[in-house]
């Protein structure tokens, strides 16, 4: 069965890093894109950035540019999220999701992790 399990999330300070995690089991991430996602409370959820499978493109979305990085490392089975200069905007649940490709839309990944809150206050 397949699972993603993130972690890394918290509360951090404006200005503030974390790094957010997200682990498989039950398959290869080798044949997979990871895409992370957020949701805000009464807002819905977006997309945030995607890492193809062989971790050759990365796309982010443009209030995220220059700030989070996507990586992945296939031998742990884990996908990365590197996330500097939080700001209270970014206070979401992350949730990471696996489909053959890249996609801006979640209705396209059929898997998804629980999600990790990151919480951006002073």
């Known amino acids: 069965q397949m699972q993603l399990v993130e972690s890394g999330g918290g509360l951090v300070q404006p200005g503030g890093s974390l790094r957010l995690s997200c682990t498989a089991s039950?398959?290869?991430?080798?044949?997979?894109?990871i895409g992370w996602f957020r949701q805000a409370p009464g807002l819905e959820r977006e997309a945030v950035s995607c890492i193809s499978s062989d971790g050759g493109s990365t796309y982010y979305i443009d209030s995220v540019k220059e700030r989070f990085a996507i990586s992945r490392d296939n031998a742990k089975n884990t996908v990365y999220l590197q996330m500097n200069s939080l700001n209270a905007d970014d206070t979401a649940v992350y949730y990471c999701?696996?489909?053959?490709?890249?996609?801006?839309?979640?209705?396209?990944?059929?898997?998804w992790g629980q999600g990790t809150q990151v919480t951006v206050s002073s």
């Open positions: 999701a696996a489909d053959p490709f890249c996609s801006w839309y979640s209705a396209d990944f059929a898997s």
């Open positions: 039950g398959f290869t991430l080798d044949d997979y894109a």
